[in-house]
């Protein structure tokens, strides 16, 4: 970006903070509408950026406002061909009616329910969807669409949790040295990747617990699961049960405390919020996405529950921290949930262009906390890429065939195509660049020594892939057609109707992020991560891809010795395979992958 002059920034400070579009006029239409004062921050031309916490959000706030603009450059190009009557990210269990009436806070703009920058219901990007190309179907059989959906509903809880109704409350032993030890175990390695409250929330909480006070009340929940958590994410500790075992022994009480306070009580408060999310964390480190999902779903309708409890107009200044925290927390759980199988909604989702971002726990938790507002905005991203580019047909509704994605770029049409395309790639590298130099991970696959910033990168070579996958599979797609019996060859130029090299650069793109994001992902699902199926699923997508793309012609040359790599994949996903999981399915279907043996 150029400071060869004073500029504005992108919007006043009351847009900012209440995270509104600005006009950029003096005053902006939103100032005049709430009789506020319309102040703009001046940069000067040899301003050097600062790198503190407050100035980092504030860079990543200013990105946060660009995308919107963009996003709406996004919009006037689609919504000719992906008008739809239908919301894509409400509740489906209240209908569009009972959605107006929930008394949601009119602080909130309920319109942008139907924005197509949110996950479109029945979205074609799920990993699924490969399957259901011609190519995969001869190889590896008919998998319906949500045949890991199937899976992860029929998979038996562990015993302790599938009767958790009927069983007494059991508690494990509370050894001060074993609790210690777990605790730190979660601030290590989970609080990182949602930092909920601070250690030193957690050690009054904890000494309440060792004096036996309140000890059936949520905190002691939160205290258990916390601990469950530790047991999960690192084996380093002196205890002499399997890691599963000793957090099981934790999470089940601490459950059946978080479901009595959730079903009976009826004054609904952030406490409990935390506890679900800690619970989704917990099923998510299992590799349990749907009970994951379902934690998450409970904590978000609970936060909806207290903003419409208080019947105000919310302001910025109104959200104290936990609750922006928990706000957060539940709109990735529900995302990525969402984004991975497609599960129901709660309307969390669509409050993220109007929620503040959260503030610094504390100084030592500055860089984490900076990795997580940027992880906030690429998942935001990653919202947008879908509903822009895998936006199923609105008449889709009423048909009993899965969606089709080709059926979906062919409605685009190419030069919209590359246009979204383009305008989508932009956004993702003006994210990268939003992150401070010195947090900032190197694209590729150099060796990082940080969990967070390994999430960053790969969370940006999906929204890589994802921008540039329709050209692949549809440049495939074409060229199976045109081998079919009947069928013209393929011509000169490209399938598309442009110069070859225009969409080859593209599927070029596409590969080089698969390759790369398998590449860092393989460490990530080595070990137990809130992030371990959604990475796990996401590693057996881009292997068909690659398979994909290795088996047709004007890709294969692009497409390096992928037996490696698949083995490599393969390795890690045993460890976690159980019969009859999604790991085992996984595992079945990237065996069945018949990748040359070329060096």
Known sequence: MNYTRKRALLACDFCRHRKRKC????????CRESNADCVYQELPSDRIEESGPAAVIDRLSRIEALLEQQSQQIYQLNVRSSQSP??????????????????????????????????PKDHVALATTLLTFPQVRDVIGEYPRDYFFGIE??????????????????????????????????????????????????????????????????TTSICLCVYALGALSSAQHSNQKAPDTLGLEYFQPSLKIMMREMLWSFRPNILTCQGLLLAASYFSHLGRPLHSSRMGHFASRLFLSILESRQTNLTYAEFDDKEVRVYWQCFMVECDGVAELDVSRSGIEPLGDTMPLPQSLESSDDSNHIYSIAEHAIRRLLNRILGALYNPDSTHRYSILSPDPVRVWQRLGLPKLLTLSAELNRQLEQWYRSIPDYLRFPKGTDHLTSDRSRVLRIRYYIARQLIHRPFLLQTIYRQQEARSPGQSSLPESDPFGLPVPVVMERCETCIDSCITYLHNAIDMIDKRSPYLWTFSQNCMAALVILWLAENSAPTSHLVPPMRPIQNAVLDRLRQWAIEDSSFDAEIQIVERLPFSDRL
């Not at 009616?97 to 703009?109: G, V, Y």
Request: aromatic fraction near 10%; charged fraction near 25%.
């Open 23 to 30: 006009d950029g006029k003096k005053p902006c239409f939103t």
């Open 86 to 119: 239908y919301p894509t990210s409400q509740s489906d269990y209240v209908s569009e009616k009972q959605s107006d009436a929930a008394r949601l806070p009119t602080d909130i703009d309920t319109s942008l329910e139907s924005s197509p920058f949110l996950i």
């Open 153 to 218: 509903e029929k998979l038996p809880l562990p015993e302790l949790l599938e009767r958790l109704h009927d069983s007494p409350l059991t508690w494990p032993a509370l050894d001060p040295a074993t609790m210690d030890t777990l605790a730190t175990s979660y601030f290590q390695y989970v609080h990182p990747h949602q930092p909920l409250f601070t250690p030193r929330e957690f050690r009054s909480w904890q000494a309440n617990l060792l004096e036996a006070q309140d000890l059936d009340g949520i």
